[in-house]
Protein backbone atom coordinates (compact mmCIF):
# COMPACT_ATOMS: atom_id res chain seq x y z
CA UNK A 1 0.00 0.00 0.00
CA UNK A 2 1.06 3.40 -1.21
CA UNK A 3 0.13 6.75 0.41
CA UNK A 4 1.35 9.75 -0.82
CA UNK A 5 0.96 14.14 -1.59
CA UNK A 6 2.70 16.32 -4.19
CA UNK A 7 1.97 20.31 -3.75
CA UNK A 8 3.17 22.65 -6.14
CA UNK A 9 3.00 25.99 -6.37
CA UNK A 10 3.87 28.90 -8.37
CA UNK A 11 3.65 32.34 -9.52
CA UNK A 12 5.07 35.27 -12.19
CA UNK A 13 5.13 38.73 -12.07
CA UNK A 14 6.48 40.58 -15.47
CA UNK A 15 6.25 44.02 -17.02
CA UNK A 16 6.67 44.54 -21.15
CA UNK A 17 8.19 47.54 -23.22
CA UNK A 18 7.10 48.10 -26.94
CA UNK A 19 7.94 51.25 -28.65
CA UNK A 20 8.01 52.44 -32.45
CA UNK A 21 9.37 55.39 -33.87
CA UNK A 22 10.46 57.03 -36.98
CA UNK A 23 8.04 54.10 -39.00
CA UNK A 24 11.46 52.55 -39.05
CA UNK A 25 12.05 51.44 -36.03
CA UNK A 26 10.78 48.93 -33.55
CA UNK A 27 12.11 48.08 -29.90
CA UNK A 28 10.53 45.97 -27.31
CA UNK A 29 11.84 44.60 -23.91
CA UNK A 30 10.49 42.09 -21.45
CA UNK A 31 11.53 41.63 -17.55
CA UNK A 32 10.01 38.49 -15.35
CA UNK A 33 10.31 37.33 -12.38
CA UNK A 34 9.40 33.63 -11.14
CA UNK A 35 8.65 31.86 -7.71
CA UNK A 36 7.88 28.01 -7.63
CA UNK A 37 7.58 25.26 -5.11
CA UNK A 38 7.15 21.71 -5.36
CA UNK A 39 6.97 19.30 -2.08
CA UNK A 40 6.38 15.54 -2.30
CA UNK A 41 5.84 12.21 0.26
CA UNK A 42 5.31 8.80 -0.43
CA UNK A 43 5.04 5.93 2.34
CA UNK A 44 5.00 2.53 1.21
CA UNK A 45 3.83 -0.60 3.60
CA UNK A 46 3.82 -4.20 2.19
CA UNK A 47 1.27 -6.93 3.75
CA UNK A 48 0.24 -10.53 2.85
CA UNK A 49 -2.42 -12.74 3.49
CA UNK A 50 -5.26 -11.08 1.57
CA UNK A 51 -8.37 -13.78 1.10
CA UNK A 52 -9.71 -12.54 -2.26
CA UNK A 53 -8.50 -10.29 -5.18
CA UNK A 54 -11.20 -8.18 -3.94
CA UNK A 55 -10.28 -7.66 -0.37
CA UNK A 56 -7.23 -6.24 -1.86
CA UNK A 57 -7.03 -3.06 0.63
CA UNK A 58 -4.47 -3.31 3.65
CA UNK A 59 -7.20 -3.71 6.51
CA UNK A 60 -7.71 -7.43 5.22
CA UNK A 61 -4.21 -8.06 4.87
CA UNK A 62 -3.00 -11.27 7.48
CA UNK A 63 0.01 -9.23 8.64
CA UNK A 64 2.52 -7.29 7.50
CA UNK A 65 5.39 -9.04 4.64
CA UNK A 66 7.78 -10.99 6.05
CA UNK A 67 10.55 -9.39 6.85
CA UNK A 68 9.80 -5.73 5.36
CA UNK A 69 9.63 -2.51 6.59
CA UNK A 70 7.92 0.91 6.05
CA UNK A 71 9.61 2.77 3.22
CA UNK A 72 9.17 6.20 1.84
CA UNK A 73 10.63 9.15 0.58
CA UNK A 74 9.96 13.38 0.45
CA UNK A 75 11.54 16.19 -1.00
CA UNK A 76 11.48 20.15 -1.36
CA UNK A 77 12.22 21.81 -4.47
CA UNK A 78 12.19 26.02 -5.00
CA UNK A 79 12.91 27.89 -7.65
CA UNK A 80 13.86 31.60 -8.26
CA UNK A 81 14.50 33.15 -11.41
CA UNK A 82 15.01 37.00 -13.15
CA UNK A 83 14.21 37.20 -17.05
CA UNK A 84 15.09 40.09 -19.42
CA UNK A 85 14.94 40.30 -23.09
CA UNK A 86 14.94 42.56 -25.57
CA UNK A 87 14.67 43.10 -29.42
CA UNK A 88 15.15 45.55 -31.95
CA UNK A 89 14.29 45.63 -35.65
CA UNK A 90 14.81 48.03 -38.43
CA UNK A 91 11.75 48.35 -40.79
CA UNK A 92 11.18 44.65 -40.43
CA UNK A 93 14.27 43.45 -42.46
CA UNK A 94 16.56 43.45 -39.65
CA UNK A 95 16.12 41.78 -36.43
CA UNK A 96 18.21 41.62 -33.38
CA UNK A 97 17.11 39.88 -29.81
CA UNK A 98 19.07 39.41 -26.51
CA UNK A 99 17.79 37.72 -23.45
CA UNK A 100 19.41 36.94 -20.13
CA UNK A 101 18.18 34.90 -17.20
CA UNK A 102 19.56 34.19 -13.56
CA UNK A 103 17.88 31.23 -12.08
CA UNK A 104 18.24 29.93 -8.64
CA UNK A 105 17.26 26.32 -7.69
CA UNK A 106 17.29 24.63 -3.67
CA UNK A 107 18.78 21.19 -5.77
CA UNK A 108 22.09 22.72 -5.94
CA UNK A 109 24.44 22.88 -3.22
CA UNK A 110 24.34 26.13 -0.78
CA UNK A 111 27.77 27.48 -2.40
CA UNK A 112 26.60 27.41 -5.95
CA UNK A 113 22.73 28.13 -6.28
CA UNK A 114 22.63 30.37 -8.89
CA UNK A 115 23.36 29.91 -13.00
CA UNK A 116 23.46 32.60 -15.42
CA UNK A 117 22.42 32.02 -19.10
CA UNK A 118 22.25 33.89 -22.38
CA UNK A 119 21.02 33.93 -25.42
CA UNK A 120 21.41 36.40 -28.58
CA UNK A 121 19.72 36.18 -32.46
CA UNK A 122 19.83 37.69 -36.00
CA UNK A 123 17.72 37.70 -38.60
CA UNK A 124 17.65 39.07 -41.85
CA UNK A 125 13.85 39.36 -43.52
CA UNK A 126 15.69 39.82 -47.43
CA UNK A 127 11.43 39.57 -49.11
CA UNK A 128 11.20 42.55 -47.69
CA UNK A 129 14.75 44.39 -49.35
CA UNK A 130 13.98 46.40 -52.32
CA UNK A 131 15.74 44.31 -54.91
CA UNK A 132 13.54 41.36 -53.84
CA UNK A 133 10.22 42.56 -53.72
CA UNK A 134 9.36 42.70 -57.50
CA UNK A 135 9.74 38.51 -57.04
CA UNK A 136 6.24 38.20 -55.80
CA UNK A 137 6.23 34.33 -56.13
CA UNK A 138 9.03 34.48 -53.03
CA UNK A 139 6.83 34.81 -49.66
CA UNK A 140 9.57 34.63 -47.44
CA UNK A 141 13.17 34.72 -47.51
CA UNK A 142 14.65 34.75 -44.20
CA UNK A 143 17.84 34.26 -42.86
CA UNK A 144 18.35 33.87 -39.02
CA UNK A 145 21.10 32.88 -36.82
CA UNK A 146 21.33 32.37 -32.65
CA UNK A 147 23.45 31.22 -30.07
CA UNK A 148 23.26 31.18 -26.44
CA UNK A 149 23.54 28.82 -23.22
CA UNK A 150 20.79 26.42 -21.77
CA UNK A 151 21.24 24.46 -18.34
CA UNK A 152 19.15 21.50 -16.15
CA UNK A 153 18.98 20.85 -13.10
CA UNK A 154 17.81 16.92 -13.74
CA UNK A 155 18.81 15.84 -9.74
CA UNK A 156 17.04 14.34 -7.12
CA UNK A 157 16.71 17.14 -4.12
CA UNK A 158 19.26 15.36 -2.06
CA UNK A 159 21.91 14.95 -4.40
CA UNK A 160 24.30 18.12 -3.38
CA UNK A 161 23.71 17.13 0.76
CA UNK A 162 25.24 14.14 3.01
CA UNK A 163 22.49 11.38 2.78
CA UNK A 164 22.55 8.00 4.78
CA UNK A 165 21.17 4.72 4.78
CA UNK A 166 19.43 3.50 8.01
CA UNK A 167 19.17 -0.52 9.22
CA UNK A 168 16.87 -1.62 11.30
CA UNK A 169 18.05 -4.95 11.40
CA UNK A 170 22.05 -3.60 11.84
CA UNK A 171 23.09 -2.19 15.61
CA UNK A 172 26.39 -0.26 16.85
CA UNK A 173 26.50 0.13 20.60
CA UNK A 174 22.77 -0.38 20.90
CA UNK A 175 22.44 2.70 18.01
CA UNK A 176 21.00 1.73 14.81
CA UNK A 177 23.13 1.42 12.34
CA UNK A 178 23.74 3.38 8.83
CA UNK A 179 26.00 3.69 5.97
CA UNK A 180 26.66 6.89 3.62
CA UNK A 181 25.16 6.60 0.62
CA UNK A 182 25.43 10.17 -0.83
CA UNK A 183 28.84 12.64 0.01
CA UNK A 184 27.99 16.15 0.84
CA UNK A 185 28.75 18.64 -2.33
CA UNK A 186 28.52 21.97 -1.69
CA UNK A 187 29.75 23.42 -5.52
CA UNK A 188 27.27 20.90 -6.86
CA UNK A 189 25.81 23.24 -10.06
CA UNK A 190 23.66 23.72 -13.16
CA UNK A 191 24.78 21.50 -15.98
CA UNK A 192 25.50 23.73 -18.92
CA UNK A 193 25.62 23.70 -22.68
CA UNK A 194 26.25 25.91 -25.24
CA UNK A 195 23.46 25.86 -28.03
CA UNK A 196 24.10 27.33 -32.09
CA UNK A 197 21.20 27.58 -34.59
CA UNK A 198 21.43 28.37 -38.14
CA UNK A 199 18.51 28.44 -40.34
CA UNK A 200 16.65 29.40 -43.41
CA UNK A 201 12.87 30.30 -43.84
CA UNK A 202 12.02 29.83 -47.25
Known amino acids: MTNGNQTSYSGDISAQFNHSFSQDHNLFATA ?3 ISESKYDEITHKAEGFPNSRMNT ?12 PTGYFG ?5 GLLLTTG ?31 SAGIAWNLHHEEWLKSATWIQQFKLRGSLGSSGNQNY ?5 LAVYNYYNDKYY ?3 TGATLSNMENP ?7 MDYNIGLDF
Open 32 to 34: QYT
Open 58 to 69: IIYARQYALDST
Open 76 to 80: INRNL
Open 88 to 118: YSYKDRYMFDATIRGSASSVFGTNNRWGTFW
Open 156 to 160: TTNRS
Open 173 to 175: NGF
Open 187 to 193: YLGWEQK
